[in-house]
């Protein structure tokens, strides 16, 4: 049974991670558009190099999301996997026949 629990909790982790991240991610790329939408405004000659450090930085921030989203991911397909017995587990088993 604790076993059970422990793959719950590990399912529920792996969930809230995967949704925190992508959550910040996309705060961090409404803040960056909210900011270069800003910039445009104030000096509308500057909206190429304002728009082309956007995409850059967007880009980033969206691969990091991305990144940590597959390693949840990854997290949550692997604690459901069984686990194999090591070396040091494995009791010998004596057959005993008269």
Known sequence: MEN????GLGYIGAGLGAGITL???GFGIGKLAASA???TARQ???AGSLRTSMIIAS??????G?????????VAINIG?????????RTAQ????K
């Open 37 to 39: 939408l800003e910039g």
């Open 81 to 89: 996997l069984p686990k194999e017995k090591t070396g040091g587990e």
């Open 94 to 97: 004596v057959e005993t026949h």
């Open 23 to 25: 959550i910040g991610a």
């Open 59 to 64: 880009a980033f921030i969206e691969g990091l």
């Open 44 to 46: 509308p000659e500057a």
């Open 66 to 74: 991305f990144l940590s989203l597959v390693i949840c991911l990854l």
């Open 4 to 7: 059970l629990t422990y793959l």
